[in-house]
């Protein structure tokens, strides 16, 4: 897959990304984790508090007003993506990102109450999916439009997705 070639190309099949450069130049694994968590945030939805009166067209949200972003259907409004319900992690190529509003990719939330875990979390999805990578293939017999949903405190499959691990040999 891509993904694997990035990783052989960058750190062959034992060593890992260990500096900050090494994460940076993961570029496309960096795209598919960005649209993993757009099709599945780890929240659905969060809640806000209004600082401020608010208007919103024509409509007064007053201050203290309880507020539901919904992460996950913003993740999936055609508006802002190309294939809404599609994993394509070309999502995430620059030119695509600077078309799109700054606030439609938040499953961190964003602003001053964004995660502070934020970059952790990036580093030890890079770190696992290098590793495992470089020891497995991976094959899908699904399409990800077909999962069933289930979202309460987060997002999660009701019917699963099967997948097929093999032991990567490298050629």
């Not at 600077?98 to 001053?112: D, E, L, Q, T």
Request: with cysteine; glycine share 4%.
């Amino acid at each position: 897959t891509k993904a694997a070639e990035e990783v052989r190309c960058l750190f062959g099949i034992n060593q890992l990304p260990t500096t900050p450069e090494d994460f940076q130049n993961l570029k496309y694994i960096d795209m598919c984790i960005k649209d993993v968590l757009r099709l599945f945030p780890i929240a659905p939805y969060i809640l806000r508090k209004t600082s401020e009166d608010l208007y919103i067209e024509k409509w007064l949200i007053p201050r203290g007003s309880a507020v539901v972003v919904p992460i996950f259907n913003i993740h999936r409004n055609p508006k802002f993506w190309k294939k809404p319900h599609d994993f394509y992690p070309d999502h995430f190529l620059p030119q695509e990102v600077n078309k799109r509003h700054v606030y439609a990719y938040i499953p961190f939330s964003a602003g001053s109450r964004g995660c502070i875990g934020k970059t952790v979390a990036y580093t030890f999805l890079k770190t696992f999916i290098c590793s495992f990578l470089q020891k497995y293939e991976v094959e899908s017999d699904g399409k990800v439009p077909n999962l069933k949903l289930k979202m309460d405190i987060s997002v999660r499959s009701i019917n699963g997705y099967n997948v097929t691990l093999k032991p990567r040999i490298w050629k």
